[in-house]
């Protein structure tokens, strides 16, 4: 899912969403690094902390291109 796509489904602005989208390409590219233990570990906190379906799509676009 691109900001884009993103700012147009929720409330959240284009700015913070950029900043938003960068945290969670850094996260996600250090969980490819992972034991599967911790990348289990790693997507319970990661849901536990956004709640957000919006941010676990791009968390999920970004990982697919990991």
């Not at 959240?12 to 900043?19: A, H, M, Y």
């Not at 997507?43 to 709640?51: H, I, N, P």
Request: glycine content about 6%.
């Amino acid at each position: 899912m691109s900001i884009d796509e993103a700012v147009k489904m929720s409330d959240i602005e284009k700015g913070l969403l950029g900043e938003i989208y960068e945290l969670i390409d850094a996260m996600t590219k250090a969980e490819a690094n992972f034991s599967p233990g911790k990348k289990n570990l790693f997507r319970r906190v990661f849901d536990y902390l956004t709640g957000s379906e919006i941010l676990r799509k791009v968390q999920l676009d970004i990982y697919s291109k990991v």
